[in-house]
Every structure is written in structure tokens, then in C-alpha cells.
Nanobody, 127 residues
Framework: HVQLVESGGGSVQAGGSLRLTCAAS????????MGWFRQAPGSEREGVAI?????SEYYADVVKGRFTVSKDKSTLHLQMNSLKPEDSAMYYC????????????????????????RGQGTQVTVS
């Protein structure tokens, strides 16, 4: 089955950059839709980005223009630039066989939270 392992988190000053990595294993057809969500202490989980199997990218409004999701073979990346203190959170990689069709009509929403597989997370702290 699919396993996801995140890395690349850390502490950075506001305005800085980090690149998160999600190493995926298991059947590729079960992780054709991949993305990221995050959760800060005391806050609800929040969808960040998704990369669909056809290469379409979807982002939360709060990260558009600053974050970029990409994929290299079995590895998903999240390039985070111009980081803000409010970006501090545990970041989780998620995957599923398909991205729900609604993403094409309604955007990212909370779809990353609903994907079947997820990793253990990597902490990002922006000060």
C-alpha cells in the first residue's frame, strides 16, 4: 500500500524559503493525486495544494503566488517562498487514486484533508 514520508521542514525567518519533500512508495496508480495540508496548534487542518495526475495545480488562496507544488517521479515537492509566521504548522503529504472531480469546479477547498493516504508530517516554523 502507499506510504508517504515528509522531510524538509525547519525553522526560517519571515520572508525566507523552504522546500518540503514527500517520498512516496507503493502502487503509483493509488497515488496519482497528491497534495499537502497543514495544521497549526489550536487550529483546524487546512488544505495547501494539490497536484493532479494531469499536471493541474490547485492552491489555497493564502499561499497562491508563494507556494509551488511539483513532482519528480515518486517524490512530491512543495516549494515555499516568502514565508510568513502564519505559515507555521505541521505540514502533511497526502495521496489518493483520484482527485475528486469537484476540485475542477470549486478549487482546492478541503480536498487534501480527504485523501486516503497521509504521512507523519514535517514541522515548519516561521519567525
Amino acid at each position: 500500500h502507499v506510504q508517504l514520508v515528509e522531510s524538509g521542514g525547519g525553522s526560517v525567518q519571515a520572508g525566507g524559503s523552504l522546500r518540503l519533500t514527500c517520498a512516496a512508495s507503493g502502487p503509483s496508480y493509488e497515488r496519482a493525486c497528491m497534495g499537502w495540508f497543514r495544521q497549526a496548534p489550536g487550529s483546524e487542518r487546512e488544505g495547501v495544494a494539490i497536484l493532479d495526475a494531469d499536471g493541474s495545480e490547485y492552491y489555497a488562496d493564502v499561499v497562491k503566488g508563494r507556494f509551488t507544488v511539483s513532482k519528480d517521479k515518486s517524490t512530491l515537492h512543495l516549494q515555499m517562498n516568502s514565508l510568513k509566521p502564519e505559515d507555521s504548522a505541521m505540514y502533511y503529504c497526502a495521496a489518493d487514486q483520484f482527485c475528486p472531480r469537484q476540485i475542477r469546479d470549486y478549487g482546492l477547498g478541503d480536498i487534501p484533508l480527504k485523501l486516503t493516504y497521509r504521512g507523519q508530517g514535517t514541522q515548519v516554523t516561521v519567525s
